[in-house]
């Protein structure tokens, strides 16, 4: 009788096993998209650092800043993703002695008090939009959409040889009054309008 009340108690564990298995399966299943969806892309965090390095070798006309001490703002439009990763990353830090905040944007919305402008690749209108709120300020533009520099991005986030990089209107930076440094300059995949 012992013999069968231990294969009794195998056979209950075994059913309360496989019953169990399903239910741990979906849990593991549900954590790792949920840590996958928690967890910010390599895409992201290189476009984040990328947009902090920018600042530190920007320099924006008189003006731009209300005050000494007023925030560098790096506003963000289409990739709520990125402006979490960067807001994260410039978290405490400064450039040219001001802290760095930074704003999601959507579309319609005011631009005025941004130094930095990232346009994500969504709809084609709303990249054009971005860019018209933007012109006629110092403002740097960047955008990952595909025709960036042609529709009057500043910055273009491009791949090349498997890699995030950048290219760079002059054209359009000079219109804004904004000043480059050349080490930027020299980092970037293609600069058009160098001479």
Not at 40 to 61: C, D, I, M, T
Not at 74 to 95: C, K, P, W, Y
Not at 113 to 131: K, P, S, T, W, Y
Request: proline share 2%; charged share 15%.
């Amino acid at each position: 009788m012992a013999g069968l009340s231990r294969f009794a108690l195998r056979r209950r564990a075994g059913l309360a096993l496989a019953l169990a298995l399903p239910m741990v399966l979906a849990l593991l299943a549900w954590s790792g998209v949920a840590a996958a969806q928690s967890q910010p892309s390599v895409e992201n965090q290189v476009k984040a650092a990328y947009l902090f390095k920018f600042a530190g070798f920007v320099e924006w006309p008189d003006g731009s800043f209300a005050r000494a001490d007023s925030p560098l703002q790096i506003g963000v439009s289409g990739n709520d993703g990125l402006a979490d990763q960067l807001e994260q990353m410039v978290a405490g830090r400064t450039v040219g002695g001001h802290a760095i905040s930074v704003r999601k944007l959507r579309r319609g919305d005011a631009v005025s008090g941004i130094h930095i402008l990232f346009i994500g690749a969504g709809e084609r209108a709303a990249v054009i939009d971005m860019l018209a709120a933007a012109r006629g300020q110092s403002v740097l533009t960047v955008s990952d959409a595909d025709d960036g520099i042609a529709l009057g991005c500043m910055i273009a986030f491009v791949v090349a040889q498997h890699r995030l990089r950048f290219d760079v209107a002059l054209g359009q930076v000079n219109s804004s009054r904004l000043r480059i440094s050349a080490r930027m300059l020299a980092a970037a995949n293609r600069v058009q309008g160098a001479t």
